[in-house]
């Protein structure tokens, strides 16, 4: 079974920078659609970023394209989210996700919507002063 394991959270002022990692064991990130997602208090879980299992292919939220950049180091089977130019807006207990790739089409694609995602981390808490 898939596990998934963030970290990289943390308190950083605004227009700062923060990298998150999520570590995945029991499988091969080559096999899995990732995505990240954020839930700030008392609002409703949000799709931040996703990345097919073959790593070409990566969507980003629209407000957030340009700032938060995906990537994939397939040697540590571990998926990150850079994120700059942060705001505090950004507060939020940020999550990844993985579906196996067939879930979604094929091994290249991503869907940035919470729905087909079934492996979760127990997210990392990233707040941005002001």
């Known amino acids: 079974q898939l596990q998934l394991v963030e970290s990289g959270g943390g308190l950083v002022q605004s227009g700062g920078s923060l990298r998150l990692s999520c570590a995945a064991s029991g499988g091969s990130l080559d096999y899995y659609a990732i995505g990240w997602f954020s839930q700030a208090p008392g609002k409703e879980r949000e799709e931040v970023s996703c990345?097919?299992?073959?790593?070409?292919?990566?969507y980003y939220a629209d407000s957030l394209k340009g700032r938060f950049t995906i990537s994939r180091d397939k040697t540590e089977n571990t998926v990150y989210l850079q994120m700059n130019n942060l705001k505090s807006d950004d507060t939020a207990i940020y999550y990844c996700?993985?579906?196996?790739?067939?879930?979604?089409?094929?091994?290249?694609?991503?869907?940035?919507?919470?729905?087909?995602?079934?492996?979760w981390g127990q997210g990392t808490q990233v707040t941005v002063s002001s």
């Open positions: 990345m097919s299992g073959s790593g070409a292919i990566t």
């Open positions: 996700a993985a579906v196996y790739w067939a879930m979604v089409g094929d091994k290249n694609s991503c869907i940035l919507s919470a729905s087909p995602y079934i492996y």
